[in-house]
Nanobody, 115 residues
């Protein structure tokens, strides 16, 4: 059973930056996607960014140009570099890894953007 552990969350002022990391224990096959989702209070969980096994990336419209997802298959990690943070980026951020058959989730890490 794969376990995902997120880190790097915290509080930051608008315009600031944070980098989230997700470390996976267990085997991540090269074809697995690795993604970040977020859920703000009272809202549905939404896709922030995803990177496929082939390296293709996709971003949610609200974070395009500000966030960058990257993966390191040798270390079983996926990172999310978040720049120019806005108040509306406040949410719990979740790491998600899997393929068409399996989907694993981390426990989430809080990101709070406030002035």
């Amino acid at each position: 059973q794969m376990q995902l552990v997120e880190s790097g969350g915290g509080s930051v002022q608008p315009g600031g930056s944070l980098t989230l990391s997700c470390a996976a224990s267990g085997t991540i096959f090269s074809n697995y996607f690795m993604a970040w989702y977020r859920q703000a209070p009272g809202k549905q969980r939404e896709l922030v960014a995803i990177v496929t096994g082939g390296g293709t990336t996709k971003y949610g419209d609200s974070v395009k140009g500000r966030f960058t997802i990257s993966r390191d298959n040798t270390k079983n990690t996926v990172n999310l570099q978040m720049n120019s943070l806005k108040l509306e980026d406040t949410a719990v951020y979740y790491c998600n890894v899997g393929d068409s058959r399996y989907s694993f989730w981390g426990q989430g890490t809080q990101v709070t953007v406030s002035s």
